[in-house]
């Protein structure tokens, strides 16, 4: 029998639903996840998808154990509504939401999102993962980049997030790539040379993805361009158009890549072939580290 | 009883098939449409889908009818591949392919789509509707945009297609506005001026696209744009970005938009916005004027 679990930490986002159980010492005791995300939920649902993988972490008798949650479980149509504080501030800060949970033994507290008013932006779950970064290294000054389907990069200074901007570029891949005409174009492979090459185009000059997208087509038609270059070309232009709108963020400052290995080192490769040298964090440890920061504001009362 | 067809045309796209009786003075004498369209049809699906259409129009005991068809039905996987003809060179010439039809009542034509090599482009059915704006008015110099799910800007010169490019504008609406996040932020009405705002970002600052297009959901979420307002500034943001990749094909130039009435609207309205004054012509009449300018060269032996 493990031993009970400190607090139980939760990332929820829209598709996937993922659990720590969480020693005093700040390490996963065990882990869980499923398919239970925020889209796939009534306001009654959260409970039992819960429990389902947390209920067997919690003793019988005993007060309730500490839940801090973060994502798209504290936006509008998740368990309770976490409303937005807005930036400049630090990642986390007073207004924990409390869910609404029956079972006693929960006691669940969710982190809310940010907000940024001019220009408009918002995000949920990456302010977790920023206050991780700082949590390991508490006089970070530069930029946070957390690729994903929807990029974040943040502006962090004197422990705040000082502002940040949001880019579509993986739902933009996602959609290209399994949906659009591009679908039959494009294979399972990579070739880093048309990546680089991409990055480079639409870096240079932006304008040009909206002609080269469907020329992506026309090459393979024209059997000038096979299927894994193609994959990684549209991969590039996409982040090379990103790579246009974010400069003043990248440019001459320090940049830390959060997220799973695979996406992060195609941002790394991309910011390198502008002669930044990125550093990477891992995503589900960052997850992990601000949640624990969370838990211990929670602790000490400052939440 | 209405007399039989001196000819039939027919446009027949990847999720369209329209056909028309024509007179032997160019006018359409019945049209029909269905949504057998080449994308859903087998090699041996093409002619029992015409003959559904047009089947009615057919004299029992006659020499074969000519069917002048253009479009994806002459693609790889259409009925009958009609490989593309290189530019620089007239939108219609020699090389329409014959598809094999059993129905002794049917001579079917596909006329050949055009391809540029370098920058890798196609086109099928744009070709079509480009000569039947040479038919009227055969000493046109300047260029036709086509605007649809995969937009063509075509310059022309001396009767011929100089040079042409695509846009995917018309499919990443699409996909932005049914599939992606932003799904849950567009209304379905129109604001001029957000529309003409967006036009004016992208075609000034072209990288701006990648952080504008999530910034509409973020502005949403935060009470900041009506759903109205988002769709036509999403629409105006990706014309913009459309407008800025092919500035060199309509500044200074005579432009005629070609397409469908709303479609053709939307981008008068934005290239009205840079001084720009295009003519229009209609989608439908442009597509039956080239397929009997088609028909005319195969009456005359041409092709």
Same mark, same amino acid.
């Given at each position: 029998m493990a031993p009970p679990p400190d607090w139980i930490a939760v990332d929820w986002g829209t598709s996937r639903l993922r659990a720590w159980a969480m020693g005093a010492d700040g390490r996963p005791l065990a882990g869980a996840e499923s398919g239970e995300g925020m889209g796939r939920? /009534?306001?009654?649902g959260f409970e039992p998808a819960l429990l389902r993988l947390a209920g067997p972490w919690l003793?019988? /008798?005993?007060?309730p154990v500490p839940v801090m949650a973060c994502g798209m479980v504290g936006s509008r149509q998740g368990w309770v509504e976490a409303p937005y504080r807005a930036v400049p501030c630090a990642p986390l800060g007073a207004g924990f939401a409390r869910a609404p949970a029956q079972d006693a033994r929960l006691a669940v507290h969710v982190v809310p999102g940010l907000r940024q008013d001019r220009p408009p932006d918002v995000m949920r779950g990456e302010e977790t993962q920023i206050a991780g970064v700082l949590a390991g290294d508490t006089g970070f000054d530069g930029v946070v980049c957390l690729p994903g389907t929807h990029t974040k990069w943040a502006h962090l200074s004197a422990g705040e997030v000082v502002s940040f901007t949001s880019c579509m570029t993986g739902e933009l891949f996602d959609l290209l790539s399994r949906v659009s005409v591009l679908r039959h174009t494009l294979g399972g492979g990579w070739e880093d040379a048309a990546f680089a090459e991409g990055v480079g185009e639409t870096l240079a000059r932006p304008e040009r993805l909206m002609t080269q997208l469907f020329a992506l087509r026309a090459a393979s038609l024209l059997g000038r361009l096979a299927p894994d270059a193609a994959r990684a070309r549209l991969s590039g232009l996409l982040i090379g158009a990103e790579l246009a709108a974010t400069r003043p963020w990248w440019l001459g400052r320090r940049v830390v890549v959060v997220g799973a290995e695979a996406l992060s080192a195609i941002y790394l490769r991309a910011l390198g072939l502008q002669g930044v040298a990125a550093e990477r964090r891992d995503g589900r440890a960052m997850t992990l580290a601000g949640l624990a920061a969370a838990r211990a504001m929670l602790a000490e009362g400052v939440a």
């Open positions: 939920l /009534a306001p009654d003793p019988a /008798a005993r007060g």
